[in-house]
C-alpha cells in the first residue's frame, strides 16, 4: 500500500529517520514495523507562530519499496541534424538548447560572454580593480545573470510549464534533490556553475554548437524572416545560418534593443522597478521571523536554514516591495558597461554570510519618464541609464556604491558614517534621499517605515542602502505572436524570456525557453 498524507513536526524532529517514521504511523493508524519506506514529497517551515514547524507532505510505503528515480541527461546525436539558433547561454537559452536536440534538431548558441568559470576572473575584477568588462560580467556569459547572483528557482509560474521538468533537469546535471522538494528551492551561487558546465557538456556530447565571446551585432532578414545573425568574434565578423532564432539575450542587452529599434523592429517600452538595495544583520532578520531574541538565533539556527522576508506596501498608488532576498549572503556589483553601478545579490547554498540583503524598488510606469519621451520606446531605458549613472557619480566614479543608513535615509540625514558591508567594492556615505527622484524616494521612505512597523526591529540604522537596484526586469519588451511565439512582424524571430519580457527568474526563464524552443521546432518541421 502506498499512502500520502501531511505532518506537522519541530525541525528537530525532522532530523531523526526513526522520529518521522513514528510520526508517519501514528498518523495513519497503521504499525511502524510494517512502513517500508517514507519519501517527502514536499518540505516548508511554518513560522507564523512562536513554535516553528516543518510541514512535510510524504508518501508512505507498506509492503513495498518507491521505484528508484532516474534523471536522464541523455541526449540524441545531433551532429548533422537541421539547426536551430539560439543567442544568449542563460537559462532559457539553455533549456531551449536542451528541448531542441530531444526533439531532434541541432542548438547553435551564440553567447557575448565567457565560459562560466572563466567569467570569474571578471567578476573578481569588478570588485577588486572596478574595471568592467562590457562582455563578460554578473549579467553577460555562460549561464546568464542567475549564475553569480543567487540560484533562487522558486517561482510563481505555474501555468506556463512544467516546473517539475527544469528541477529535474538541474537535478540529472549535478543538483541536490532537496530542490525537488523544498517551497523554495535553492541551489547557491557556490554550486550553480558546475551545474552550468554539465549541461554544456551534455549539449556538446550531443553535437550542439556553443559558441562564447561571441556577440550579436544584426538580423539577417530576407522576406520578413529571420535567415541568419550576424555577430562578432575577436573583432572579425561571423555569419550563422537558420530560420528560426530564439532571442535569449537577457534584461541587460540593451545593444540588442539599440539594433532591433535601429532596424525599426517593434519593441515596446513596459513597466519594470528601481530602488535600492538594503543590507541586515541576518541574526537580526532569524530573530525577527523567527521570533526568538537574537541570544537564541544561534541554537535556533542548528536545525533551520537563515530565514528570508517577504515585503510589500501601497505608496501612492505604486507597489514597493522586497525584490530577490538574499539571506546569508552578499550584495554584488553588476554593472554592465562604463559609468554606471548596479547593485544585486545572492547567496551560498549554505547561506551562512552574516549579512542578509534585498532589493526595496518601487513600481515604474511611464509616466515617471515622460521626460525621455523622445526616446519612444526605448523611454524607460534611457531612464534607467540615468540612475545608474547618478549612482556611478554620486560613489565616486568607481564602483564604490554610494550608501545611506536606513533611519538616516527615511529622516533625510546624510550619514556621518556607515556599517560594515558585504559589498566588496566599498561604499560611499551620499544623500540618496536627494539623489534619487522624488517618484522613487518618497515612496521607499514610506514603504521601509511600513516595513519596520510590520518586522519590528527591521527599521534600524544598522541597516545600509546601497544604490542602485536597477535590473530588476527588462524595461523593454519585444512583442510577439500569443500562439506562435513568434515576433509579430519577423517570422522565425522567437522573443525570449527576461530580455524580451517574458519572465522574471531562473525558472520562469528556462520555461519560456522550452516553450520558444517548441514552437521554433514546430516551425522548422514545416520549413
Not at 510520526?23 to 493508524?29: D, F, G, P, V, W
Not at 556538446?204 to 544584426?218: C, M, P, Q, S, Y
Request: net charge neutral.
Amino acid at each position: 500500500m502506498v499512502y500520502e498524507t501531511e505532518i506537522f513536526i519541530l525541525p528537530q524532529e525532522a532530523e531523526s529517520e526513526d522520529t518521522l517514521w513514528l510520526i508517519a504511523s501514528q498518523k495513519l493508524s497503521i504499525p511502524k514495523k510494517n512502513i517500508t519506506a517514507l519519501r517527502i514529497l514536499k518540505r516548508s517551515v511554518d513560522a507564523r507562530s512562536k513554535t516553528i514547524r516543518l510541514n512535510l507532505k510524504i508518501k508512505v510505503y507498506t509492503g513495498a519499496l518507491p521505484p528508484a528515480p532516474t534523471y536522464s541527461k541523455h541526449l540524441p546525436d545531433v551532429s548533422h541534424a537541421k539547426p536551430i539558433l539560439i543567442a544568449g547561454a542563460g537559462p532559457a537559452g539553455l533549456f531551449a538548447a536542451l528541448k531542441i536536440a530531444l526533439a531532434g534538431y541541432k542548438p547553435v548558441i551564440v553567447e557575448r560572454g565567457k565560459e562560466v568559470r572563466d567569467r570569474r576572473f571578471d567578476l573578481a575584477a569588478i570588485s577588486k580593480k572596478h574595471l568592467v568588462n562590457p562582455d563578460s560580467n554578473y549579467c553577460f556569459g555562460e549561464g546568464g545573470a542567475g549564475t553569480y547572483s543567487d540560484g533562487k528557482l522558486y517561482t510563481r509560474s505555474n501555468k506556463r510549464g512544467d516546473i517539475q521538468s527544469i528541477l529535474e533537469t538541474f537535478v540529472a546535471h549535478g543538483a541536490s534533490e532537496d530542490i525537488l522538494i523544498d517551497a523554495h528551492p535553492h541551489i547557491g551561487t557556490n554550486k550553480l556553475p558546475s551545474i552550468i558546465v554539465s549541461m554544456r557538456e551534455s549539449l556538446l556530447a550531443a553535437g550542439a554548437e556553443i559558441h562564447f565571446g561571441t556577440r550579436v551585432t544584426d538580423l539577417i532578414i530576407r522576406n520578413q524572416h529571420i535567415a541568419g545573425i550576424k555577430t562578432i568574434v575577436n573583432g572579425e565578423e561571423k555569419e550563422f545560418l537558420g530560420e528560426q532564432l530564439i532571442l535569449a539575450t537577457g534584461h541587460s542587452a540593451r545593444d540588442i534593443f539599440e539594433m532591433l529599434h535601429r532596424n525599426h523592429i517593434l519593441i515596446e517600452a513596459k513597466p519594470f522597478a528601481m530602488g535600492l538595495r538594503v543590507e541586515h544583520s541576518q541574526q537580526l532578520i532569524d530573530s525577527i521571523q523567527y521570533h526568538c531574541p537574537l541570544t537564541k538565533v544561534e541554537e535556533l539556527r542548528k536545525h533551520l536554514t537563515a530565514a528570508s522576508y517577504s515585503a510589500v506596501h501601497q505608496s501612492n498608488g505604486r507597489g514597493v516591495y522586497s525584490f530577490c532576498m538574499c539571506p546569508g549572503g552578499i550584495i554584488a556589483p553588476c554593472a554592465t558597461g562604463p559609468e554606471e553601478v548596479v547593485t544585486n545579490g545572492w547567496s551560498p547554498s549554505k547561506r551562512n554570510n552574516p549579512y542578509s540583503n534585498s532589493g526595496i524598488v518601487v513600481s515604474i510606469e511611464p509616466g515617471d519618464y515622460q521626460h525621455y519621451a523622445s526616446e519612444g520606446p526605448l523611454a524607460g531605458l534611457r531612464y534607467q541609464q540615468a540612475l545608474e549613472k547618478m549612482a556611478f557619480e554620486a560613489g565616486g566614479r568607481t564602483q564604490t556604491a554610494p550608501a545611506q543608513r536606513l533611519v538616516d535615509f527615511v529622516e533625510g540625514k546624510l550619514s556621518a558614517d556607515l556599517p560594515e558591508t558585504s559589498y566588496q567594492p566599498g561604499i560611499l556615505s551620499a544623500p540618496l534621499h536627494e539623489l534619487l527622484p522624488p517618484e522613487i524616494g518618497l515612496r521607499l521612505q514610506e514603504g521601509l517605515k511600513a516595513f519596520g512597523d510590520k518586522m519590528k526591529g527591521y527599521f534600524t540604522n544598522d541597516a545600509v542602502l546601497h544604490g542602485v537596484e536597477s535590473r530588476t526586469s527588462s524595461p523593454v519588451r519585444i512583442p510577439r505572436n500569443k500562439e506562435t511565439l513568434e515576433h509579430v512582424q519577423i517570422g522565425g524571430l522567437y522573443p525570449c524570456a527576461e530580455g524580451a519580457g517574458y519572465a522574471g527568474g531562473i525558472v520562469s526563464a528556462a520555461i519560456d525557453g522550452q516553450n520558444c524552443a517548441e514552437a521554433a521546432v514546430r516551425q522548422a518541421k514545416i520549413k
